[in-house]
């Protein structure tokens, strides 16, 4: 099941995570938690955000409602430039010298700069992914460190939270938005005071464009206001309001144009703006509530390992009667086998397929062969129990390590033996290319030690290359 | 079906790698002690495995089996009735246990798998099958639990791991993995489990759990290794020095610097990732020690070995990039999304300008990383990713990194380019959280993505 942490949760833990990287260790409260959470029945994400909120909130907790209410002050005072700007855009499209205003210079002057950049902000949000919108990170992180001046990891993690996915087109929806919805509301109260306390006669003028073009547009903005069934210019007075027209004429259509303007305004700018501003507002809230650790990320695999260890040591349950012996410090053991009269030769676990037995210049009445289970060894100790005083060779591979099943054997061939016996360690070169020289001093020593425990003659134990391998 | 964790004991002949399995399984270096002297675990020790929440195996780590062959003889002789079936025989021999003290580990062993639920026996591939394996099998046998023959060091040539599978089959054991302890495989771990599920239907689910769990932990690492690579990368290559004239060979040293610690940084990260601690890498084991890179960066021989044709401008070794003066072009107005973003836009790229003019009018020059260095940099961490993951967690044998030039991901110049415009990007010498706020989540999404198939993509 998907756990979804609520947004401040988030941005606590988010601000953790900004801090402990930057100080490049954990808090100091942090081992305290991370134990108590370990035994928790928790999903990590929700271990994480737990410990991101209770450690997280003494921290940044004051930060960022600094931030937030730094931010707030910020848009409002932004919002207000934005009627002022709003203001003063109306006055100077109304301000001309003389009485008379073009009615579709107004217009533009008062509508086509929020249509051009609503068409904009509709495509940019047809044509860009989620994903890769950067647009509103880029401005609201200026803004972040321009102004709110966040120095603390709370301030900035609400804000890049804000900023980026998924909650980040949104919060750059609802600024810019609000941001032209009190401009144009500036604009409709200063062009309503002036329509109201001074007299404008309207008209239309061109040279370069088509004049039915211009009909049919004005036309086309009568449109919705007309459904409304608000008193609009209709089609006679459109095609009368031209320069130079009688007075009379011009003064009964000022109110319907006026009308037109301000209900344009409203209709094609605030109106739309506003409904827009709620359904980002809407969509901004919707989106905080889908906010999604990233937990792939190096920091989160880090507690994760330490809130809900893989796995974890049980402890010993069934303890050690013996130590390991320590190793055996050995000295001079390449000593060559001397030449031994009419010995008899045993190989010992010795690998049958890669092993060329008998060892070469050994004729087969010496070959006692080679013993790799009970029957084997069964069968030696009996040939070596009933024969006469005889040296006897036995050959070992150091590549395996000697056990006690080995150990006890070697002792049993010491009982029955009546000459000489010697233990040759075979594949030194081979075991070198697996282990190091300490490794390999040590499984020697290994061999010494059980080979004297058994009672052989420490100069019988014997590091020897036999010639036993396939040429 | 139940919930109770399956419980697992891990037994073998002595110095087969039990204890080394168990750290590779359990993903913990710290588990046990391992050596290449037999007997060295002479205890029996716990782990559990967690997944969803629980614990969902219990492993156990055993003395190993020494002396079978005598073994085998008591507990047969044990067997005074005919009747007398393999437990009655093990239960036999435990109840005279101080007879047989010297079978102390076997005993230990013993009492264990009559306590457990499946048998991991653990076989050292590099051996022959000897007679005193096959009594051993014959032992694990009597306690009639379901047994999975495990072949260690498989990855070790030569071996006989062939001749083991064909003759385990005429024992009757089918059930046979191939899992090395020292050269970790996440395939054959699932081999493992699903092998587990077959055997033991009422731990199927939670088998199924723990298998989910880990490959999508698996998965959310290397995206994570890939990540921590190309923040490393956009870090260094948007990373800018500014300088007066004349003091060119000063500011060289001083970012080879920079990028040699971001680069240990780096790998000392992925080292934490994948679960190695650093003090424990000795020098045969990796180029990387305490987090430090052996071979030097800026040495010829690195790049010579990663396959990196030094361009004849450049001098020997990867030599820091000439200076970038004034950029051009540099705008990306394609970001900027509506008036408040150009707004915005223009805030933080005017800024930008404002200061490489500034530098301009103050004859300063800005050095960047030049591209060797940066190729070096991806290769050599993209190879420690791809060496730490095949890695287990008993390694202990050296392994050798192949520096082998990997192709440059298709996009490598762009994304080069979009970083050198954009210094603001680097986390090299900014602190505390200004990289937080600028570094890009868009390219270094698009940068990991393209790594993670790179540290996916299998040697050939």
């Known amino acids: 099941m998907k756990t979804r942490p609520t947004f401040d949760n988030y941005v606590l833990t988010e601000a953790l995570r900004a801090h402990e990287n930057a100080q490049g260790e954990a808090v100091q409260d942090s081992p305290l938690m991370n134990r108590s959470l370990l035994g928790t029945q928790a999903t990590i994400e929700q271990k994480i955000l737990q410990r991101g909120r209770a450690l997280g909130q003494p921290l940044f907790g004051k930060a960022i409602s600094r931030t937030r209410y730094r931010t707030l002050v910020l848009l409002t005072l932004l919002l207000a430039v934005g009627v002022l700007a709003g203001m003063m855009a109306a006055a100077s499209a109304f301000n001309t010298s003389r009485e008379e205003v073009n009615i579709f210079s107004l217009m533009l002057a008062l509508l086509g700069l929020n249509f051009f950049s609503l068409s904009w902000w509709f495509l940019s949000f047809l044509t860009t992914k989620e994903s890769t919108f950067t647009g509103g990170r880029d401005w609201l992180q200026s803004i972040a460190t321009k102004f709110c001046a966040c120095s603390s990891a709370g301030g900035i993690s609400w804000l890049q939270t804000l900023g980026s996915k998924p909650v980040g087109r949104w919060s750059f929806a609802v600024v810019s938005h609000a941001m032209w919805l ?116 190096p920091y989160y695999i880090e507690l994760r390992q330490q809130l809900s260890p893989l796995s974890r040591s049980t402890g010993i349950i069934d303890k050690a009667d013996i130590k390991l012996p320590d190793a055996v410090k050995l000295a001079g053991v390449h000593i060559p086998l001397p030449e031994i009269q009419n010995a008899r030769y045993l190989g010992l676990d010795l690998d049958q397929c890669k092993t060329q037995w008998p060892p070469t210049g050994i004729d087969s009445d010496a070959n006692l062969g080679i013993t790799v289970d009970a029957q084997s060894q069964q069968h030696a100790l009996v040939n070596i129990d009933s024969s006469p005083e005889q040296a006897l060779i036995l050959v070992s591979s150091l590549l395996s390590s000697p056990d006690r099943g080995m150990a006890r054997y070697l002792k049993d061939i010491q009982g029955r033996q009546k000459g000489s016996l010697w233990l040759a360690l075979s594949n030194e070169t081979q075991l070198r290319q697996r282990l190091d020289d300490q490794e390999v001093l040590q499984r020697i020593g290994d061999w010494y030690q059980i080979a004297q425990a058994a009672g052989l003659l420490p100069d019988n134990i014997i590091v020897h290359e036999m010639q036993t391998e396939p040429i | 079906m139940t919930n109770a964790p399956l419980r697992i004991a891990v037994v073998g002949h002595t110095n087969v790698g039990k204890t080394s399995l168990l750290r590779t399984l359990l993903r913990d270096e710290n588990f046990g002690v391992v050596s290449s002297r037999p007997s060295t675990t002479r205890h029996v020790e716990g782990a559990s495995i967690r997944a969803a929440n629980r614990e969902v195996l219990e492993l156990f780590d055993t003395p190993g089996l020494e002396d079978s062959i005598a073994l085998l003889a008591i ?25 047989y003290a010297v079978f102390s580990q076997e005993a230990k062993v013993l009492r264990l798998i009559l306590q457990c639920d499946l048998i991991l026996y653990v076989i050292d591939a590099q051996e022959q099958l ?45 059930a046979t993995i191939n899992f090395d302890s020292v050269v970790y495989d996440a395939n054959g771990e699932q081999r493992l489990f699903r092998q587990m599920q077959s055997l033991l239907s009422t731990h199927q689910d939670s088998l199924q759990l723990l298998m989910e769990e880990r490959a999508s932990q698996w998965l959310k690492l290397q995206e994570s290794a890939s990540s921590v690579v190309a923040k490393l990368i956009i870090d260094v290559a948007s990373y800018r020095q500014i300088t007066q004239h004349g003091d060119i060979d000063a500011a060289k040293l001083q970012l080879q610097n920079q990028v040699r610690n971001a680069e240990n940084r780096c790998a000392q990260q992925l080292l934490q990732l994948f679960h190695f601690k650093q003090s424990e890498l000795n020098a045969d084991d990796l180029p990387v020690q305490d987090g430090q890179w052996k071979m030097d960066l800026f040495a010829a021989q690195t790049l010579q070995q990663l396959g ?43 800024n930008r300008f404002r200061k490489e003019l500034n530098a301009k009018w103050h004859r300063e020059s800005f050095h960047c990383a030049d591209d060797t260095t940066l190729q070096a940099l991806l290769m050599r961490q993209i190879s420690l990713a791809k060496l730490l993951q095949h890695r287990g967690h008993a390694s202990q044998a050296p392994v050798t990194i192949e520096s082998k030039a990997s192709p440059l991901p298709k996009d490598w110049s762009k994304w080069i380019k979009r970083c050198r415009q954009n210094p603001q990007w680097s986390g090299l010498d900014q602190h505390l959280f200004s990289q937080t706020i600028t570094s890009p989540q868009a390219l270094l999404k698009e940068i990991s993505a393209a790594l993670l198939c790179e540290i996916q993509a299998e040697n050939a």
């Not at chain 2, 507990?75 to 007879?99: C, M, W, Y």
Request: net charge neutral; glycine share 10%; proline share 3%.
């Open chain 1, 182 to 297: 009190f401009m144009l509301s500036g604009s409709l109260i200063t062009a309503t005071a002036l329509l109201m306390f001074r007299q404008y006669d309207f008209i239309w003028e061109t040279t370069l464009l088509n004049e039915q073009t211009l009909v049919s547009l004005a036309h086309a903005l009568t449109w919705l206001p007309a459904k409304l069934g608000i008193n609009v210019p209709d089609a006679a007075t459109i095609l009368a309001s031209r320069p130079g027209a009688a007075a009379d004429v011009l003064a009964a259509s000022r109110q319907a144009w006026a009308t037109l303007l301000l209900i344009g305004l409203l209709c094609y700018g605030i109106v739309p703006r506003l409904l827009l501003l709620e359904l980002s507002f809407w969509r901004q809230g919707k989106a905080m509530g889908r906010v999604e650790l990233d937990l792939s990320l």
């Open chain 2, 75 to 99: 507990l047969d002789e044990l067997a005074k009735t005919p009747r007398s079936d393999g437990i009655e025989r093990i239960n036999d021999f435990l109840e005279q246990e101080e007879t």
């Open chain 2, 130 to 174: 000897l007679g005193k394996y096959k009594d051993e099998l014959q032992i694990l046998g009597y306690a009639a639990r379901p047994l999975i023959p495990v072949l260690n060091f498989v990855s070790q040539r030569p071996n006989n791991a062939d001749s083991w599978q064909a003759q385990l089959a005429r024992l009757n054991f089918h």
């Open chain 2, 308 to 350: 990196i044709k030094i361009s004849s401008g450049a001098a020997k070794g990867a030599a820091v990039g000439a200076g970038v003066d004034l950029l051009t072009g540099g705008l990306s107005l394609g970001a900027a999304t509506g008036i408040g973003a150009l707004i915005g836009a223009g805030l933080s790229t005017g």
